[in-house]
């Protein structure tokens, strides 16, 4: 079986990394393929970096407080290019009202500020063999 393939995205103006290279460190040293597209990407790019790369998952990592305009976005093309088969998940500070509003868009998981990096490999890990 082929590894899982993961888009780890920062879109939107934001310029901290940190917190996204740690995910995807931990989902690499975990056995995944990673694809990170770095910072300041359009909900457009990172889902033509997703078809392209056959990725099962993106993940992306918003702190601006633009999260329910990014993710609506992202999930709207995915569905005008026939991709909702690629899961999404985000992390990032989201309140906790808005996450119930994100999965109700399709968001697979959100992630909060103190996440250990394992619960996001056993969530992908599960997602995958559920999937």
Do not use: C
Not at 26 to 53: N, S
Not at 80 to 93: K, L
Not at 103 to 124: C, L, N, S, Y
């Amino acid at each position: 079986m082929a590894p899982t393939r993961i888009v780890i995205a920062k879109p939107g103006l934001d310029g901290h990394d940190r917190g996204a290279k740690v995910i995807a460190r931990a989902l690499r040293d975990a056995g995944m393929e990673i694809i990170y597209t770095g910072l300041h990407q359009t909900p457009e790019q990172i889902v033509e970096t997703a078809i392209q790369e056959d990725a099962d998952i993106v993940g992306l990592s918003v702190l601006s407080g633009a999260h329910m305009t990014l993710f609506r976005k992202l999930m709207d093309l995915l569905t005008e290019r026939d991709a909702r088969d690629i899961m999404v998940f985000g992390g990032g500070i989201i309140p906790g009202g808005d996450i119930a509003l994100l999965h109700e868009m399709g968001v697979a998981r959100i992630f909060t500020p103190g996440t250990k990096t394992q619960e996001v490999v056993d969530w992908v890990n599960d997602a995958m063999a559920s999937a």
